[in-house]
């Protein structure tokens, strides 16, 4: 069984055990939350999506926070020692789906 859930903007496609990261959740690690917006969920009967996917509910635990690898743009001049580097950090939540209701 699968589901489709949607947060931070984004859509994740989860089953159960899977660790998926997401944008920074205000919580803290060790906490549970609950995924209210489902998209659609998949099973051996087929696919619902719509009315039926929205009474479904996605059960997680939060595993930890963190900031995904450091995205690099390096930029200098030749023979005049100027160099520069910029970069960004995306601030992270990694989740470990728990339960799928469907």
């Known amino acids: 069984m699968y589901a489709v859930i949607l947060t931070g903007g984004?859509?994740?496609k989860v089953s159960v055990?899977?660790?998926i990261f997401i944008e920074k959740l205000d919580t803290e690690a060790g906490q549970d939350i609950?995924?209210?917006?489902?998209?659609?969920?998949?099973d051996d009967s087929g696919i619902r999506?719509?009315?039926d996917a929205a009474k479904a509910r996605v059960a997680?635990?939060?595993?930890?926070?963190g900031k995904n690898k450091k995205i690099d743009i390096v930029?200098?001049?030749?023979k005049?020692?100027?160099r520069?580097?910029?970069g960004h950090r995306q601030p992270y939540t990694k989740v470990r789906i728990t339960a799928i209701h469907a």
Do not use: M, N, S
Request: avoid cysteine; charge should be positive; aromatic fraction near 12%.
């Open 84 to 86: 520069r580097k910029a």
């Open 49 to 51: 999506a719509g009315q």
């Open 10 to 12: 984004k859509q994740y």
């Open 34 to 42: 609950e995924f209210d917006r489902v998209l659609a969920i998949g």
């Open 75 to 78: 930029t200098y001049k030749a």
């Open 80 to 82: 005049k020692g100027y």
């Open 60 to 65: 997680g635990q939060i595993v930890k926070h």
């Open 17 to 19: 055990d899977d660790e």
